[in-house]
């Protein structure tokens, strides 16, 4: 069975950095897309940034430059390096996994909150 866990999340001023992990296991990491959403209150779920499995990787408009998503693909662990952190950037945010099949799976999430 596929476990995410993310870990990282909590409380930091703006303009800060942060780094959040997502442990993955039950499943071959390596083979898998697998991308960072970020729900703030009142709003939908959102891709933030995603990393295929060749590397690829996308990032949304309002973190782009700012953000870094990385896979350590031995250690069956996603990164998300945040720098420059904004306010708006508040929120919990969920690891997501793509099986081969195009199931999703999802973690618990790890709250960041970013104080003006």
């Known amino acids: 069975q596929v476990q995410l866990v993310e870990s990282g999340g909590g409380l930091v001023q703006a303009g800060g950095s942060l780094r959040l992990s997502c442990a993955a296991s039950?499943?071959?990491?390596?083979?898998?897309?697998v991308a960072w959403y970020r729900q703030s209150p009142g709003n939908d779920r959102q891709l933030v940034a995603s990393?295929?499995?060749?590397?690829?990787?996308y990032y949304s408009d309002s973190v782009k430059g700012r953000f870094t998503i990385s896979r350590d693909n031995a250690g069956n662990t996603l990164y998300l390096q945040m720098s420059g952190l904004k306010p708006d950037d508040t929120g919990v945010y969920y690891c997501?996994?793509?099986?081969?099949?195009?199931?999703?799976?999802w973690g618990k999430g790890t709250l960041l909150t970013v104080s003006s």
């Open positions: 997501n996994l793509k099986s081969s099949l195009g199931k999703d799976y």
């Open positions: 039950g499943t071959i990491f390596s083979t898998n897309a």
């Open positions: 990393i295929t499995r060749d590397g690829r990787m």
